[in-house]
């Protein structure tokens, strides 16, 4: 149903979102659709006319230089950023204009590219602060029913702790959430999104800061959440990450989408080269 073949984007196509691209933007399913989605600084336009269809259960990569609009373009998605025009539209809804909690209820979450634990908290009392729609978040209910309202704090404790456990945090409960490293930090943001049995994880460069042997863990994870149906949009420098498990990849450049395509066409195409993969290899 998707094209993932290696397409270059040509600026003459970017006004209109045709074929493939509209009727997976229109539809639900899961996917998720960009169309002319712009924003800009004072002069600088980070994101200067985006269109992109991130298929579901697929790991889809974003590279670019320093600069090239990649976090913006999460920001825009995860409703940090409002975009000056354009749609993005997921699973059949149209998120812009709507709070970065209302999409993440929708089931799009994002991590971001420095972890924002709350350091003075443990690593179980970060992972147990993200809303599930708790009862106990009602005044109300909160005292009427207080039985209730522990029943979910229970279900919400023994889900942190499984899903920390499956993060590889099971050791590192009740240490503070300052006291982990920079790999251990983006592990406890990935728990923290699975609280919601998100349909979709944007990244933002997971692997930045962290050591060999942590960044294969969240490989694994990343693996294993994509077997079990979850879809993965990923910011990514490291080459060798982004090469083995991302599928289709897509190339920004000055806030544009100049190319998207498998590895092997990206790694031959030369304005990706001339873009990106020159600088990084220099
Ligand atoms: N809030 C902001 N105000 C002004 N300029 C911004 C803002 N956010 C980003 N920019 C600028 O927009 C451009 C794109 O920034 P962005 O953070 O999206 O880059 P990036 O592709 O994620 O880069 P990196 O790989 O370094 O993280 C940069 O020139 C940046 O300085
Ligand atoms: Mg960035």
Known sequence: MYATGARKVEPASRGAVTGVAATCIRGGGGVL???????????????????????????????????????????????????????????????????????????LARTFQIPRPFPGMTVLENAMLVPLDQTGERFWTNWTRPGRVAREERNARERAVEILGFCGLGDRLGHMAGTLSGGQQKLLELARVLMIDPKMILLDEPAAGVNPALMETLVDKILALHARGVTFLIIEHNMDLVMRICR???????????????????????????AYLGQAGA
């Open 248 to 274: 289709p990849i897509v190339v920004m450049a000055e806030g544009r989408v100049i190319f998207e395509g498998d590895p092997d066409e990206i790694q031959r195409h030369p304005e990706v080269i001339d």
């Open 33 to 107: 659709g960009l169309k002319g989605v712009v924003k800009s600084f004072g002069n600088l336009k980070a994101v200067g006319g985006v269109d992109l269809v991130v298929a579901p259960n697929r790991i889809t990569g974003v590279i670019g230089p320093n600069g090239a609009g990649n976090t913006t373009l999460f920001n825009l998605i995860a409703g940090s950023l409002k975009p000056d025009a354009g749609e993005v539209v997921f699973d059949g809804r149209r998120l812009d204009g709507l709070s970065p909690d209302r999409i993440f209820r929708h089931g």
